[in-house]
């Protein structure tokens, strides 16, 4: 039986490396004002930093964060859409294209970004790929150093795939809104995963209704343990 384990910033390998990044993704799909539920919202953990949208005509549509109406806003995704992964949900606030702003000092083998954001040199990327993790993607990013002889930082795409167990989520939260979707309810105390619903192929994944929460697997964990790479913490969570 598989094992999952929900990975985290380990924060004495960062205070050691003390590195710092200020970026972010400049294009993304704008927030929404639902006309059924009411929210005003964007979502968090959804981004496609290899999805390039700079070739689209409307790619000023997609530089300014805002709320915009459901229709307008289910018009841009449908834009984006043939450019990203096959069956992404795309919520409002989706961020595509390379990381972009500054960084300085020394980084790890494995840095986050915000707590959302999973950054690697190419070599590292090549070194767990080559112990047989699956399905890790890295993005270039646009970071600015200030220092001499910058490193190759590139940005994981981790996708959304797989959901936490209903039985994690109270039963008073409303459904998600037939219109926009939203599901707004906190982080569970002790998330259960779907098991039914988990990724076979991928060996690093956020989940796909609480975007937030990045997985991987015992392969995973295992290939990082064993090339001592810090930079992560790994707790083990349950399947139903």
Known sequence: MSRYFLLDEDQAAAAKHGGVVNAWHKLGLPGVRCHTCGATWTDAGHEYPCVDLSQLPERGDFEKARPEPFPEFARLR???????????????????????????????????????????????????????????????????????????????????????HPDCIPPDVPPPCATCGRHAFKWPDSPILDAASLPTDLDLFRVGNFATMIVGTERFMNAVQHLELDGLTFRELHTR
């Not at 949900?89 to 294209?97: M, N």
């Not at 083998?109 to 954001?117: D, T």
């Open 78 to 164: 449908e834009l984006v859409r043939p450019l990203a992964p096959r069956n992404a949900e795309l919520p409002p606030g989706t961020g595509f294209g390379p990381l972009v702003g500054r960084a300085h000092g020394e980084f790890g083998p494995i840095a986050w970004v915000g707590g959302l954001k999973l950054l690697v040199h190419r070599a590292v990327l090549e070194r767990i790929q080559a112990a047989g993790v699956r399905g890790l993607l890295g993005c270039r990013t646009e970071l600015r150093f200030r220092q001499k002889n910058p490193p190759e930082l590139l940005e994981l795409q981790i996708e959304p795939h797989g959901r936490l």
